[in-house]
């Protein structure tokens, strides 16, 4: 997304076109309708999860990083991280390890709030988009998402409450894009992956400050993974460099108030179809409460005008 990008070059991350491919913005499909909306400033970069990790990697190492691959952490103390066969004395010990954070677990910190779970599946096809908006198709109890990530590749990704779908037989479920698809080449094997709402109690102790999925996350729904990961290194950073990690979880909490937002909202069209319906009927018939849903989504409102924009939707759909 564009404030994912913007949030990266502000911890001297860049991310070049060439690594992917620019979108416009996001289209919802379903329910026999369809609403497109502009990002408000900017665009977005689909790309390969591959060519992304490549780019950081290369990155890290530029800024001094030294990287210990194939070195497993056995187990973290006060003041040192231990690896097989020695340790690293350090300050700070910062989780970055995922949404099965061993380090959340040594550190004590795996109290959960809410932790709710949806299961994807992806595959990249070898075919021009035909289209300069990632889409969004609105099934029963499942999405599925178009992602353009280069000028001859789209990410098809499936997301479900239930572990038994698989991509094929739920293109069946969606004509328009199952006759796009057909006869075009496969680029890349089925895999798949859990995604979770997962909301911590506490994302630190004592020297221990937990990011990215280690410290909770959202439903891939909102595409604002890595825009959190982003936001929230910077914030730690800053924290570190005052010595106080109290200030990361405030700012923790913060960062995360938008995305919860959206991810409520969204998983609410999934879980209730007369929501859905609803909800999309007034977006296709009046496109500007989409277009501020989206600059809500990427940053471009205020907190209390999100909020606003997502009451004014909500009376809406009920008064439909």
Not at 3 to 27: E, K, M, V, Y
Not at 134 to 145: D, F, H, S
Request: aromatic share 8%.
């Amino acid at each position: 997304m564009p404030d994912t990008l913007a949030a990266a070059r502000r911890i001297g991350i860049q991310l070049p076109d060439h690594l992917g491919f620019r979108f416009r913005g996001i289209r919802f499909l379903g329910e026999g309708r369809a609403v497109a909306a502009d990002f408000p400033q900017g665009q977005g970069l689909g790309f390969r999860r591959t060519a992304l990790h490549q780019s950081l990697v290369d990155q890290a190492a530029g800024a001094g990083v030294e990287m210990l691959w194939s070195t497993p952490v056995c187990g973290i103390g006060a003041d040192a991280v231990h690896l097989n066969g020695r340790s690293v004395s350090t300050r700070w010990i910062v989780g970055a390890d995922g949404s099965g954070s061993l380090v959340r677990r040594w550190a004590g910190l795996s109290h959960f709030s809410r932790n709710s779970r949806r299961f994807a599946y992806r595959r990249h096809f070898a075919c021009q988009p035909w289209s300069d908006f990632m889409e969004i198709y609105w099934g029963n109890r499942c999405q599925i998402y178009v992602t353009p990530v280069a000028p001859d590749e789209v990410c098809v990704a499936l997301i479900a409450r239930t572990p038994d779908v698989r991509l094929d037989e739920s293109l069946t479920r969606f004509p328009l894009l199952a006759s796009r698809l057909a006869g075009v080449p496969v680029a890349s094997n089925e895999r798949g992956a859990i995604t979770a709402t997962a909301r911590l109690r506490h994302v630190e102790c004592g020297n221990v400050a937990l990011v990215g999925d280690a410290s909770g996350s959202v439903d891939a729904i909102t595409g604002e993974g890595l825009s959190q990961a982003f936001h929230q290194s910077a914030a730690l950073a800053d924290a570190l460099a005052a010595g106080d990690l109290s200030r990361y979880s405030k700012s923790h909490r913060r960062i995360a108030f938008r995305p919860s937002l959206m991810a409520d909202m969204m998983l609410s069209m999934d879980r209730w179809p007369s929501i859905r319906r609803r909800a999309l009927s007034v977006m296709a018939a009046r496109p500007q409460y989409f277009a501020d849903m989206l600059a809500g989504h990427v940053g471009a409102l205020r907190p209390a005008q999100l909020v606003n924009a997502s009451l004014s939707l909500g009376w809406r759909c009920m008064t439909l």
